[in-house]
T-cell receptor
Framework: GQQVMQIPQYQHVQEGEDFTTYCNSS?????IQWYKQRPGGHPVFLIQ???SGEVKKQKRLTFQFGEAKKNSSLHITATQTTDVGTYFC?????????????WGLGTSLAVNP | KAGVTQTPRYLIKTRGQQVTLSCSPI?????VSWYQQTPGQGLQFLFE???????NKGNFPGRFSGRQFSNSRSEMNVSTLELGDSALYLC???????????FGSGTRLTVV
């Protein structure tokens, strides 16, 4: 069935380094959502991308939707310890009663101070 | 506005028992989804309710069930608990079910 592949599974960086997580699908997506879950917390909605080639920024976070709408990335510039957590992508597939929100397995980010 | 409220926060149950978890969505949100989260499996979709109707269901056995009330509050029930049911159960609400889900803090269920 439809899967959303998220890579890498884990990433360990030094504070100040950049970080990128990728989300890939075998089919064209109508949209993609990104969430962050801090250790011991719950997922928090970050952003939704809808348009082909769309790029959105939130302070040090840059979200991009591929031209073919099959992949997306989340890039963090100059990571800080507050960026620690797991970043999930999620896509809405299907319509009506077959509509589902499919989640990637997440990328866990650890930041060394 | 108040966020998504899940109760209880923690629960310890014995194998074979049943459990009911509660979720109060954000006021005005009509879609409530339930997820099971375990370290190795990530977020696994259980079911979604919209206006008191189950709109979608994940690949979980029939021991997992849910319902939604007219005020959009939702409950999920797990019968005949197994050790493998130990997990964080998350509820998420959305206005229409297709954008920006807001999650509750979850119920951490431990089955012993």
């Amino acid at each position: 069935g439809q899967q959303v592949m998220q890579i890498p599974q884990y990433q360990h960086v030094q504070e100040g380094e950049d970080f990128t997580t990728y989300c890939n699908s075998s089919t064209t997506l109508s949209n993609i959502q990104w969430y962050k879950q801090r250790p011991g917390g719950h997922p928090v909605f970050l952003i939704q991308l809808v348009k082909s080639g769309e790029v959105k920024k939130q302070k040090r976070l840059t979200f991009q939707f591929g031209e073919a709408k099959k992949n997306s990335s989340l890039h963090i510039t100059a990571t800080q310890t507050t960026d620690v957590g797991t970043y999930f992508c999620a896509v809405v597939l299907g319509a009506g009663n077959n509509r589902k929100l499919i989640w990637g397995l997440g990328t866990s980010l650890a930041v060394n101070p | 506005k108040a966020g998504v409220t899940q109760t209880p926060r923690y629960l310890i149950k014995t194998r074979g028992q049943q459990v009911t978890l509660s979720c109060s969505p954000i006021s005005g949100h009509r879609s409530v989804s339930w997820y099971q989260q375990t370290p190795g499996q990530g977020l696994q979709f259980l079911f979604e309710y919209f206006s008191e109707t189950q709109r979608n269901k994940g690949n979980f056995p029939g021991r997992f069930s849910g319902r939604q009330f007219s005020n959009s509050r939702s409950e999920m029930n797990v019968s005949t608990l197994e050790l493998g049911d130990s997990a964080l159960y998350l509820c998420a609400s959305s206005l229409l079910g297709d954008y920006g889900y807001t999650f509750g803090s979850g119920t951490r269920l431990t089955v012993v």
